[in-house]
C-alpha cells in the first residue's frame, strides 16, 4: 500500500479531520490526498498561500514573523499549520514552505530549503529538509517528506 493510501485509510478509520496549507508545493499534497478514494470525509480544505500577504491574509501568519525569520523558516511553517487548523477546525494540519528554485535561494537558504510544520494534538512542531534536483524534484520530495512526517505523528494513535 502506498505511502497516502496509508495516510488515507488511518485518517478515515479514526475519523481524524485534516487540512492543510502549501507554498512551494502549490496544492500537490492536497492532489496527493485527494486522490485516496472517500477522503471526503475527513478532509474539507487546504490552503494555497504563496505569497506572504497571502500567509498572512488566510493563515494568519504574523508580519513580525515574516519580516524577522522570511517565509522560509521554520517559525512560518509552524504558524502556517496553526492558522490551517484554526482556520478549518482540522485535528491535524500541514505546512510546507520552502524554495523550489531554481532562483530564489541564497546562501543563508539555498535552492531546495523547505520548511514543514505539523499540527497535531494540540502541539505544532516543524523541520527542515534539504533537497537536490530541479524544482519538480524538490517540490515532489517535499510531498513524500511531509506524507512522511504525518504518517510518524499518527503512529501513535
Excluded: W
Excluded at 487548523?85 to 491535524?92: F, K, L, N, P, Q
Excluded at 530549503?113 to 519538480?136: I, N, Q, W, Y
Excluded at 517528506?145 to 501513535?156: K, R
Amino acid at each position: 500500500m502506498s505511502e497516502i493510501k496509508k495516510l488515507g485509510e488511518i485518517l478515515k478509520r479514526k475519523n481524524i479531520k485534516i487540512s492543510g496549507a502549501e507554498s512551494c508545493t502549490g496544492g500537490m499534497v492536497a492532489a496527493e490526498i485527494t486522490s485516496v478514494d472517500g477522503i471526503s470525509a475527513v478532509f474539507n480544505e487546504s490552503f494555497v498561500t504563496y505569497s506572504n500577504d497571502s500567509k498572512h491574509r488566510n493563515l494568519g501568519v504574523s508580519l513580525a514573523t515574516l519580516e524577522k525569520f522570511g517565509a522560509v523558516s521554520e517559525e512560518c511553517a509552524r504558524e502556517m499549520a496553526q492558522g490551517a487548523a484554526a482556520r478549518s477546525g482540522a485535528d491535524i494540519a500541514f505546512s510546507v514552505t520552502g524554495i523550489a528554485g531554481p532562483t530564489g535561494g541564497t546562501k543563508e537558504k539555498p535552492v531546495g530549503t523547505v520548511c514543514f510544520g505539523l499540527f497535531f494534538k494540540g502541539k505544532t512542531v516543524s523541520e527542515t529538509a534539504h533537497f537536490d534536483g530541479d524544482r519538480e524534484s524538490v517540490r515532489r520530495a517535499s510531498v513524500d517528506f511531509v506524507i512522511s512526517m504525518m504518517l510518524d505523528a499518527l503512529a501513535s494513535v
